[in-house]
C-alpha cells in the first residue's frame, strides 16, 4: 500500500464516518458544519481520484476525473443523510429540484405541467 492509498483509505473510512457523526451529534452545525462536509467530499473525491498516481493520458485523466466525482457524491451522500445539503453537489447529484438556476425551474415547472396534462386527460377520459 502506498501513501495515497492510505490517506484514501483514512478519509473515506474514518474521517467521513467521524464527521457525519460529529454533525449528527450537533457538536458541528450550521455554515461551519456545512463548509467541513463540502470540504471532506472534496478532499475524498481529490484522494480518490489520485489513488492510481499522476495520470499520464487523456484515457487515465477520464478515469480520474469519475473517480473524483464518485467519491465526492458517495461523501456527500453521507452528509445529506443527517442533513447538510449544498446546491451545487445537488446538482452534481441530478437532484436539483428546487433551484434557484431559471432553466432547472423551467425544465422542472414543463415536467410538473406535463404530468398534471396527463393525469387531467385520464381523468376525463374515465
Known amino acids: 500500500m502506498n501513501g495515497i492509498e492510505a490517506i484514501a483509505l483514512l478519509v473515506t473510512a474514518l474521517v467521513v464516518p467521524y464527521v457525519v457523526a460529529l454533525i449528527k451529534n450537533k457538536t458541528l452545525t450550521g455554515n461551519k458544519a456545512r463548509w467541513i462536509a463540502i470540504g471532506v467530499s472534496v478532499l475524498a473525491g481529490v484522494v480518490t481520484a489520485f489513488v492510481s498516481g499522476i495520470p499520464a493520458d487523456p484515457i487515465a485523466w477520464i478515469t480520474c476525473i469519475v473517480a ?59
Not at 71 to 81: D, E, P, T
Not at 84 to 96: K, R, V, Y
Not at 115 to 123: F, L, R, W, Y
Open 68 to 126: 473524483a466525482i464518485g467519491a465526492v457524491q458517495l461523501a456527500y451522500s453521507a452528509f445529506k443523510s443527517v442533513g447538510i445539503t449544498c446546491g451545487w453537489l445537488d446538482a452534481l447529484q441530478g437532484i436539483a429540484k428546487d433551484s434557484d438556476d431559471p432553466l432547472v425551474a423551467a425544465k422542472n415547472q414543463s415536467m410538473k405541467d406535463t404530468a398534471e396534462n396527463a393525469a387531467k386527460h385520464a381523468k376525463k377520459n374515465n
